[in-house]
């Protein structure tokens, strides 16, 4: 499959790059966290688009190294981050359902992070629920349960959007979920999208977990989240992602 040929001829010619998008408080607008995003590049500096990655993420030999290779540069980039002093408190890093194909995710995530000395609680593992779907023989739970063990932090990804999504919120370990952009771009005008969101957080809440809104693109929309009791919020409302040096440089000034 050439998207799969692409990425891992970027991986070997060093053109993925762990960007950071940061997540914010709502109230203070203040960064307290980030979530990495993969970025891959072509030979002519173009990015690879979304299709061709998400296409390649179903590999799990192209998964796997890619991850090893968002994990590494995330690992560094804590390290440099606490050694400097700038202020954060987790790095959220996606994984997908081809990363647990291979197994032993749990040494090869601890293992990284062990070789730079970052505590795990400063990490988040983001999953959706398709990934622990994905799995039958609960190598997802056992691998995550472990990690969990340490201080690692589970964000279950584009809440909302699966099936069953209640369900899973009691059945998999999760501490925060992320609230997928397409209800935050629905909230306003006394539609039915504030009501879903507003079910959302209460949920969320009463189970003890952490909310994170997702596509914050306006400041009406973080009023509105604000509101209905949502405390975090990441989006282009408060920053895109950046790459490591534009990020150090955010986190000095709003972490
Ligand atoms: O970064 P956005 O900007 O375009 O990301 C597009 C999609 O790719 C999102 O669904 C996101 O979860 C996924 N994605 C981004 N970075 C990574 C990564 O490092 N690993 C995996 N598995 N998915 C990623
Ligand atoms: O991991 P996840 O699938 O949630 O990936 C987040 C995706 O959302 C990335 O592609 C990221 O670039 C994108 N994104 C981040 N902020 C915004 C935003 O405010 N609006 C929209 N439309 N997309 C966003
Ligand atoms: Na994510
Ligand atoms: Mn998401």
């Known amino acids: ?13 060093d053109r993925v790059e762990a960007y950071f998008q940061p997540i914010a408080r709502l109230d ?4 307290i966290g980030l979530e990495a995003l993969c970025r891959v590049f072509g030979r002519d500096g173009a990015r690879m688009a ?20 968002m994990l590494t540069q995330v690992a560094r980039a804590i390290r440099s981050w606490l050694d400097d002093g700038v202020n954060f408190q987790h790095v959220g890093v996606n994984v997908s ?37 994905g799995k039958k023989d609960n190598l997802v739970g056992e691998a995550v349960k472990a990690l969990r063990a340490r201080g690692l932090l589970v964000a279950l990804d584009d809440f909302g959007t699966g099936y069953a999504s209640l369900t899973h919120l009691v059945t998999f370990p999760v501490d925060i979920i992320k609230i997928d952009k397409s209800f935050v771009a629905d909230l ?19 189970l003890g977990m952490k909310i994170v809104a997702e596509g914050v693109e306006t400041a009406e929309q973080a009023r509105l989240l604000e509101a209905l009791g949502c405390r975090l919020g ?4 408060y920053a895109r ?3 490591f040096d534009l990020t150090t440089k955010r986190l000095r000034e709003r972490g």
């Open 188 to 206: 306003g005008e006394g539609g039915p999208g504030a009501a879903i969101v507003g079910g959302l957080i209460d949920i969320a809440r009463k």
């Open 241 to 243: 992602p950046g790459d």
């Open 97 to 133: 359902a081809g990363d647990f194909h291979v197994g032993a995710l749990e040494k090869r995530i601890s293992g990284v992070f062990e070789r730079y000395g970052v505590p795990l609680r400063h990490v988040i593992l983001e999953v959706t629920e398709l990934v622990y779907l």
């Open 50 to 69: 979304e299709a061709p990655f998400q296409l390649a993420m179903t590999d799990g030999v192209a998964a796997t190294l890619l991850t090893e290779r």
């Open 234 to 237: 990441q989006g282009f409302f």
């Open 28 to 31: 203070t607008g203040d960064f």
């Open 1 to 13: 499959l050439q998207a799969i040929r692409d990425v891992r001829e970027a991986l070997d010619e």
